[in-house]
């Protein structure tokens, strides 16, 4: 791969029905991302950014193109191939937390390295829950957290094995404007503080342009790609 590119998706197609039914969700999508990239990709509803979420996450597969994360084409692993590498390489965060009831929030946040059969690093467990600003509530379930409070358990999970990249399908669509600020300055510590890389999923403007680079999407082709001026320099 290219020096320092995390991400690589090229002509990626997806596509629904046959002939008269034919739909595209997306036609023909290629685009990088360097490590320690925040990228958001924006789009109206239909646009196909959260599809184009889902096949880089390995949740889907594409009709045709190809996704290289880390140096591998996710597009070549079987399924139980995709879910031992999506535990290893991909954090994702979901709108509505998908957090394990019976689990308090130390718990969840561990959860990746418990299912790879890995000891999780108490010191680095122990610093990520005060960066997220959880540790009076580490032994608390979920459901006597908010739903700010369970979005950052969600970041937690998601960053706890350093993954190659992670994934947030509008992470703040569920939550009031200050807790999603909130989870915005939490995405931008992680990607300054961890070097993280992120891509962000969001029809809302504001939240894209707190990225460094925003990607358009319509009608499932990319419209925009550029860089935000007022983000951070690297």
Do not use: W
């Amino acid at each position: 791969m290219e020096n320092n590119v995390i991400l690589k998706c090229e002509n990626l197609v997806k596509k629904y029905g046959e002939k008269e039914a034919e739909v595209y969700a997306l036609d023909n999508v290629s685009f990088s991302v360097s490590k320690g990239e925040f990228v958001a990709i924006i789009g109206a509803s239909g646009s196909g950014k959260s599809t184009l979420l889902h096949i880089i996450g390995g949740v889907d597969k594409p009709t045709s193109g190809s996704i290289i994360i880390n140096g591998t084409d996710i597009t070549k692993l079987d399924n139980d191939k995709m879910a031992i590498f999506r535990r290893k390489n991909i954090g994702i965060i979901y709108q509505f937390y998908n957090l394990l009831p019976i689990l308090n929030v130390k718990e969840n946040i561990t959860l990746p390295c418990e299912l790879d059969g890995i000891k999780p690093n108490n010191e680095e467990v122990k610093e990520l829950i005060k960066t997220l600003g959880l540790e009076e509530r580490k032994t608390h379930l979920p459901n006597q957290l908010s739903g700010g409070q369970q979005q950052r358990v969600a970041i937690g999970r998601a960053l706890v094995n350093n993954p190659a990249i992670i994934l947030a399908d509008e992470p703040t669509g569920n939550l009031d404007s200050k807790s999603s600020e909130e989870i915005i300055k939490l995405l931008k510590l992680s990607n300054e503080k961890y070097k993280q890389t992120i891509l962000l999923v969001t029809h809302d403007e504001k939240i894209a342009n707190e990225a460094e680079r925003v990607i358009e999407i319509k009608d499932g082709k990319i419209v925009k790609d550029e860089k935000i001026s007022n983000s951070k320099g690297k």
